[in-house]
């Protein structure tokens, strides 16, 4: 398969790669792949707090005069009640912000140039190979200066190789792997 030949849709773990045209590549990150962690994340905490709030004789209708009896009988649960936020809020930021908007890269062979939404982010020219880490089932794009690029983390070997192969054939960049 040449560059010039559109491949079919390519689905794996979370990612889809489709060619649209002969000089331009994109993988999407789907929002399942954030939607998931997220809602474990959610159930989790909600799981943390329902144990809190239900595990006392305090039989309170109101929630709220619940946790403060809670509190004022034991000051050192509120550790249990504030130290999570400070877990939970970050990562509602993180996976919140990608499962709404979803990461794309674009790869535009006329150009020469990854985009990542819509910003550059590296030209073929800036690119020294293709990293395909079969142990961690990333494939990456290592740049001259040394920075790496990631483009996908799946838990498909196969379907990684297949994209990597993909890409080294649209770029003309060749592939190293470990």
Known sequence: MDRKTPIQSIKISGYKVTQPNSEELLIEKTWRKSFFPLLF?????FLWYYGLITSTEHNDTDIINRVINIISDDPLLIIF?????FI?????IKFGGKAIKQEKYFIDSKRGT?????RMISTFADISKIYLNTQNTQLNVNLKNGDTINLIKARSRTGILKVAEIIAKF????????
């Open 88 to 92: 939970m809020i970050p990562i509602f």
């Open 114 to 118: 990854i985009m990542k939404n819509n």
């Open 41 to 45: 994340i959610s159930a989790f905490f």
């Open 171 to 178: 770029t003309k960049l060749p592939i190293t792997n470990n």
């Open 81 to 85: 009640f504030i130290a999570p936020l």
